[in-house]
């Protein structure tokens, strides 16, 4: 698109564990491109959502929740979330308006005061306290750093996310439209089901199962008329037990993963899907570099 008025722009969305990021992206693009979960340390890599209007395109950076790494998989998952501070035109810092300050808060404020972008304090989940609550949260915040906004939201309710994209764009260079209006993010299809699948697992297990699984893709065929997709994919685990566990009684619980991933993956597809899942042990991979790679964690890509 060449209209010198056009905006465009790349902004990162950064902030501890769990406090909304992918909650808040999703809402923005309108449909489901990150995944969610209760437990911190859901996503991995740097998904990119595009939203598109008639006069700007934002090019948001879902990063790994900026904590202190305990493993190879954290080191790299750090890496990520800071190396994208110095390569947008925009930093939201978020917060989560129920949990207030914590350590990991100062951990980040140190990180952006190292950088020249401006930075937006976004604090989410407004809908679970009160407003003066939320006065002395602005007031403390307010304190540590020169935020260029500052804007309460509810992700999960859509409040005032309209009013925060407003005050993005404003912030947006004029540029060029780097993707199709309708493309709403940049990792393809198959990164996005394998995904989905993970998200099933995490939400099934519950405590059960911490974050030592991945999902690798083994096919993806389109038969017929290409309105049937069949997929194959396997669930990594690092422990025998936990094996047992993504299983379940009888398969059981492998059975509920896939029938509720298959629902997403037909949503996001179009298509009927027929899944197919399969579970195995490789011990200790998150603490492995060979076997990060292999599950798609590449440092000489960020």
């Known amino acids: 698109m060449s209209n ?115 930075v937006f304090l976004v604090i989410n989940k407004i809908d679970q306290v009160h407003p003066d609550e939320l006065i002395t949260l602005i007031d403390q915040y307010k304190e540590m750093y020169p935020f260029k906004e500052i804007i309460p939201i509810s992700a999960l309710e859509g409040n005032n996310v309209t009013t925060l994209l407003e005050q993005i764009e404003k912030y947006m260079p004029n540029g060029p439209q780097y993707y199709p209006a309708d493309q709403v993010t940049d990792h393809p299809e198959r990164f996005i089901i394998t995904e989905l699948i993970r998200e099933k697992v995490l939400h099934l297990t519950r405590e059960e199962i911490p974050h030592s699984i991945a999902v690798v893709m083994d096919s993806l065929e389109r038969r017929g008329d290409g309105n049937t997709v069949y997929i194959a994919a396997t669930i990594i685990v690092e422990r025998d037990s936990q094996k047992g566990i993504v299983i379940g009684k009888q398969g059981k619980m492998l059975k509920e993963v896939g029938r509720l991933a298959r629902i997403d993956i037909e949503a996001l597809l179009g298509s009927k899907v027929f899944l197919e899942l399969w579970v195995k042990v490789q011990k200790d991979w998150r603490n492995r570099l060979n076997q990060l790679r292999d599950f798609g964690f590449r440092e000489d890509e960020y």
Not at 84 to 112: H, P, W, Y
């Open 4 to 118: 010198e008025n056009y905006k465009s722009g790349f902004v990162s969305i950064i902030g501890r564990p769990n406090v909304g990021k992918s909650t808040f992206l999703n809402k923005v693009i309108g449909q489901k491109i990150a995944i969610m979960s209760d437990k911190p340390q859901t996503t991995r890599n740097k998904i990119q959502g595009v939203y598109t209007t008639d006069h700007s395109q934002i090019i948001f950076i879902d990063t790994p929740g900026i904590h202190k790494p305990k493993h190879k998989l954290g080191d790299f998952m750090m890496k990520v979330a800071q190396n994208t501070l110095n390569e947008v035109d925009l930093i939201l810092f978020m917060i989560n308006a129920v949990e207030g300050f914590g350590k990991g808060d100062q951990f980040i404020i140190e990180r952006l005061k190292q950088t020249n972008q401006p």
